[in-house]
């Protein structure tokens, strides 16, 4: 079993930045693929970010604003964003599983996510 826990969300005005942190802890926890997804009312979740040991993969729609990375002495995986839209509002849960795909559906662990607004 791995635990994930999120922080770091918030309201933000258009074009400010956010840190999402996920703190992870559990058996083999750091050798876990970690991503992050974000779910807007209405609408279904969708992948934002992962990170494996050898590459890094984003959503095109935050390519260039957001990044994402992991500090191993931490166990901990950060989502950098920045140059925030509204658009951008939503939930963003942090995702553990043992291979990357950014569909949200095979993840096998998951956070209870954090609010994330932006105001226009």
């Known amino acids: 079993q791995v635990q994930l826990v999120e922080s770091g969300g918030g309201l933000v005005q258009a074009g400010g930045s956010l840190r999402l942190s996920c703190a992870a802890s559990?058996?083999?926890?750091?050798?876990?693929?970690m991503g992050w997804f974000r779910q807007a009312p209405g609408k279904e979740r969708e992948f934002v970010a992962a990170f494996t040991w050898s590459s890094r993969y984003y959503a095109d729609s935050v390519k260039g604003r957001f990044t994402i990375f992991r500090d191993n002495a931490k166990n901990t995986v950060y989502l950098q964003m920045n140059s925030l839209k509204p658009e951008d509002t939503g939930v963003y849960y942090c995702?553990?599983?043992?291979?990357?795909?950014?569909?949200?559906?095979?993840?096998?662990?998951w956070g209870q996510g954090t609010q994330v607004t932006v105001s226009s």
């Open positions: 559990g058996r083999t926890s750091s050798s876990y693929v």
């Open positions: 995702a553990a599983d043992g291979q990357y795909d950014s569909d949200y559906t095979t993840w096998d662990y």
